[in-house]
Each structure stands twice: as structure tokens, then as C-alpha cells.
């Protein structure tokens, strides 16, 4: 099996330190800044099973302004070109527009989806509320969810089976 899967999700939440983690290499660029990845990157993972093709996309947002909406138009091509779209989310705050707007755009498109909560290493004690508005979100979409850590590496054999299910 092999195939390409697109990494898609709001600045921030995780997409490039989660590519690192699962490729093994320091490729993508991580920051703390918002948008350090313009451009699209890729990053290919080989197990016995499959040949994973990560593609690392800017994070998308709505747009206020013209880079913003080149960013928009990037996601929109990479959502049609890859076989899977790993949708991250930021798992130490609730969904909020930013996300929904992403969940839109996603929804628009035939390319099956994976949910993705992130940063569960570092989600506060009553992060139940905080799961439940992002599966309140995959559930309206029919998305399967699962979740993970892209720093600490907890949750992502897990992915990788479901990433490799979908192909
Ligand atoms: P991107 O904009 O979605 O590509 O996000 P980055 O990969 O650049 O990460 C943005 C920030 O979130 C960085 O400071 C990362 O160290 C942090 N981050 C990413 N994944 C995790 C995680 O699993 N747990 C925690 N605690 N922080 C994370
Ligand atoms: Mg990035």
C-alpha cells in the first residue's frame, strides 16, 4: 500500500512537529509563529505495510488578507491531490470558527477525512469538554477521530494504523 496523505489544519496546531515525529527527520519547519510553512513539504514514511507520503500544508485560516487567501487556494489544491487528509486540531482548546471553516472547506471535498486531536500531553484536567467539541465536529462530518501527542510520539502508532486503513 502507499499513497499520499495531506496534512491540514489551523497555524499552530501542531502539523509540522507532527510530520517530524512521524518521518523521523527534521524537515518541516516548527514554530511557535503562525504560517512558517508556506510552501507545501513532504515527507515520505516506509513500514512493512505501507509507504506513507506526508504533505505538510500551511495552516489555514480564514482570510483577511491576500497571502491568506493564496494559503486557502494551496489547501484547497493539496485537499484534491492527496488519498487521505489528516485534519489536526489543537486538543488543549475547544473548536472553535477557525476549525469549523476548515471542517467546511474538507466538507466540500470527496477525499476521505481523519480527525486528529493534538497536544493531549498537554491538555488541562477537564479536557472531556474540550475532546467532546471536536467529536460533537467529526461525528456532523461522519470522520473517525483519533488522538495524540506529535511531541511526546504517545497516540501514534494508533494513527499510523488508522492512516494506513485508509489508503
Ligand atoms: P503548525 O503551524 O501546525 O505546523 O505547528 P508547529 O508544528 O509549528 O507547532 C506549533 C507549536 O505547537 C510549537 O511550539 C510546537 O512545539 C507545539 N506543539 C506541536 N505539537 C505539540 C504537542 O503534541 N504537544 C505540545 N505540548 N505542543 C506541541
Ligand atoms: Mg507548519
Known amino acids: ?40 513539504l513532504r515527507g515520505i514514511l516506509t513500514t512493512e505495510e505501507a509507504q506513507l507520503i506526508f504533505v505538510d500544508t500551511p495552516g489555514i485560516h480564514k482570510p483577511h488578507h491576500q497571502l491568506g487567501e493564496v494559503l486557502v487556494k494551496n489547501a484547497r489544491i493539496a485537499i484534491e491531490s492527496v488519498d487521505v487528509i489528516l485534519f489536526v486540531v489543537d486538543g488543549t482548546a475547544a473548536c472553535g470558527g477557525g476549525d469549523r471553516f476548515i471542517a467546511e472547506l474538507l466538507s466540500r471535498s470527496e477525499t476521505p477525512v481523519i480527525l486528529g486531536i493534538n497536544k493531549i500531553d498537554e491538555q488541562p484536567s477537564d479536557a472531556q469538554k474540550l475532546d467532546d467539541s471536536y467529536i460533537q465536529l467529526a461525528k456532523e462530518q461522519q470522520w473517525q477521530t483519533v488522538k495524540f501527542s506529535a511531541v511526546t510520539g504517545v497516540g501514534l502508532v494508533e494513527l499510523q494504523e488508522l492512516l494506513i486503513e485508509h489508503l
Open 1 to 40: 500500500k502507499s499513497g499520499f496523505i495531506g496534512i491540514i489544519g489551523r497555524p499552530n496546531v501542531g502539523k509540522s512537529t507532527l510530520m517530524n515525529q512521524l518521518i523521523g527527520q527534521k524537515i518541516a519547519i516548527t514554530s511557535p509563529i503562525a504560517q512558517t510553512t508556506r510552501n507545501r
